[in-house]
């Protein structure tokens, strides 16, 4: 099936807003959620939001309302769109797909990611 192929980071400012791009083979995204994951440095990679095939969105509590996930269907590729970015938010952002009816956690493997860094 391949590596999901993030891109999109880059070196912001706070407040900024940012889009982070996912793309996964087609039969990934058809058949799965897709999910966005960050590690910031020194901590563990952590789940942020995911996407099922058919719109249906889910996110961690800590985003409070400044990410959104979406599906770009013709291009087989999620995207994250961060919005009023904090330094906090520094970190590599990755994607991988879950179970689309119920919270599997990543099954597939990772790609590299894409660099965020956020820093006046």
């Known amino acids: 099936q391949g590596l999901p192929v993030e891109s999109g980071g880059a070196l912001v400012q706070p407040g900024d807003s940012l889009k982070l791009s996912c793309k996964v083979s087609?039969?990934?995204?058809?058949?799965?959620?897709i999910a966005w994951y960050r590690q910031r440095p020194g901590t563990q990679r952590e789940f942020l939001a995911r996407?099922?095939?058919?719109?249906?969105?889910k996110y961690v509590d800590f985003v409070n309302g400044r990410f959104a996930i979406s599906r770009d269907n013709p291009k087989n590729t999620a995207i994250l769109q961060i919005n009023t970015v904090e330094p906090e938010d520094t970190a590599v952002y990755y994607c991988?797909?879950?179970?689309?009816?119920?919270?599997?956690?990543?099954?597939?493997?990772w790609g590299q990611g894409t660099q965020v860094t956020v820093s006046s």
């Open positions: 991988n797909y879950e179970a689309r009816d119920h919270d599997s956690g990543p099954l597939g493997p």
């Open positions: 087609q039969s990934i995204f058809r058949l799965y959620a």
């Open positions: 996407i099922t095939p058919d719109s249906n969105t």
